[in-house]
Nanobody, 122 residues
């Protein structure tokens, strides 16, 4: 089982970035996939999640209205597009998967991918 996150980089404030998470192995449409982030010196924060069917999504207040999470079933890939990036979006972003709902960082995730670093310059 593997989650591979990519798409991070250096972006100017106000710009956009699309992160991708490709799942392989046993992670299928029964799994909810979410994005989390951790800024230096801060705790891990829930960003967004999407259900196995793609029909249910949740967003943290910090990105709601600026972010869109989507799922490509055949490719088993989940993308997170964040627009109007702010300096406070700077963090390492991680994708993770679990069976069941996902609305915040308090739940236990079954699988984690490695982080991809997003740096927003002002």
């Amino acid at each position: 089982v593997q989650l591979q996150a990519s798409g991070g980089g250096l972006v100017q404030a106000g710009g956009s970035l699309r992160l991708s998470c490709v799942a392989s192995g046993l992670i299928d449409s029964t799994y909810t996939v979410g994005w989390f982030r951790r800024a230096p010196g801060q705790e891990r924060e829930f960003v967004a999640s999407i259900s196995g069917s793609g029909g249910v999504t949740y967003y943290a207040d910090s990105v709601r209205g600026r972010a869109t999470i989507s799922r490509d079933g055949p490719k088993n890939m989940v993308s997170l597009l964040v627009n109007r990036l702010k300096s406070e979006d700077t963090a390492s972003y991680y994708c993770a998967a679990r069976r069941g709902s996902l609305r915040d960082a308090a739940v236990t995730m079954s699988y984690w991918g490695q982080g991809t670093l997003v740096t927003v310059s002002s």
